[in-house]
């Protein structure tokens, strides 16, 4: 409940400040580019830790039986 007041408390309290404007489109460089160039690095880091998983997962299921 605590929680809650104070969450509320800053929600209200936060100053007004507005957002910056978007950047222009083009712009080489920019922040906030999406992830492209290596996706490929994601991509084999998922499927590792979903097999690492799915071996813990067989492994104690085995173990359990």
């Given at each position: ?24 489109p083009n712009v080489p460089n920019?922040?906030?580019l999406p992830i492209d160039s ?28």
């Amino acid at each position: 409940m605590l929680t809650l007041f104070y969450n509320l408390f800053l929600l209200i309290v936060q100053p007004g400040k507005t957002p910056p404007p978007p950047n222009p489109p083009n712009v080489p460089n920019a922040p906030g580019l999406p992830i492209d160039s290596d996706l490929w690095i994601l991509f084999i880091a998922g499927i590792l830790i979903g097999g690492y998983i799915l071996y813990t997962r067989i492994r104690s299921i085995s173990k359990a039986s």
